[in-house]
């Protein structure tokens, strides 16, 4: 069946270190695939997404791109933020959403 | 966009007793969704609760456990049933507005429910 696998965490950065969390994915057909992200007391938000193969979704620094030969959509920062410390989502269709990874970033 | 509030914002109940959950939307939209996050677990689509029509439910989930309501546009219920602890969770609500964007979803900020 459909299924996303997420790099677990918890995962910690100093801040301007590169971030890399991980996404793969089992579906059937061509999926549009999502990354949210949850900040500490708030609801879950999208935070970008993409649509079809080779497709780059982008958003407040962050890149994803899908990769439909490796059936991935790996969630990349150049240089994260103190304030980037949430956990994040990656998510296939609307309903299938992977466990989640912690970031915490140190000043 | 839309904005959602839940109610409420988390509860201590006993075995057995039962909680309703609501969920309120700032406008109104078809598709509304019901969700349950374990702890150390993702999201788990519990039903789409659709207005003018029965809730629909995913496998593992049943109406007898989990009754929902939609009286209208903006607002649904989602009542957990004689509850135990295994029912220890977080429940979110959650929207798909029509459009291009139809399948994003908006999130509440989620109901965290502990059982005794």
């Known amino acids: 069946g459909d299924s996303v696998t997420q790099m677990e965490g918890p995962v910690t950065l100093s801040e301007e270190a590169f971030l890399t969390i991980n996404c793969t994915y089992t579906a059937t057909g061509y999926p549009s695939l999502f990354w949210y992200v949850q900040y500490p007391g708030e609801g879950l938000q999208l935070l970008l997404k993409?649509?079809?193969?080779?497709d780059k979704g982008s958003n407040k620094g962050f890149e994803a791109t899908y990769r439909k030969e490796t059936t991935s959509f790996h969630l990349e920062k150049g240089s994260v933020q103190v304030s980037d410390s949430a956990v994040y989502f990656c998510?296939?269709?609307?309903?299938?959403f992977g466990t989640g990874t912690s970031l915490t970033v140190i000043p | 966009s839309a904005v959602i509030s839940q109610k409420p914002s988390r509860d201590i109940c006993q075995r057995g007793t039962s909680l309703t959950i609501q969920c309120q939307v700032d406008s109104q939209v078809t598709m509304m969704f019901w969700y349950r996050q374990q702890p150390g677990q993702s999201l788990t689509l519990i039903a789409t609760?659709?207005?003018?029509?029965?809730?629909?439910?995913e496998s593992g989930f049943v109406i007898d456990k989990f009754p929902i309501s939609r009286p209208n546009l903006t607002f649904s219920t989602l009542t957990v049933s004689n509850m135990s602890p295994e029912d220890s969770s977080i429940y979110l609500c959650s929207v798909a507005l029509a459009g291009p964007a139809y399948n994003e979803q908006f999130f509440g900020p989620g109901t965290r429910l502990t059982v005794l």
């Open positions: 609760a659709n207005q003018g029509s029965e809730a629909t439910y």
């Open positions: 998510a296939l269709y609307q309903f299938y």
């Open positions: 993409a649509t079809k193969a080779d």
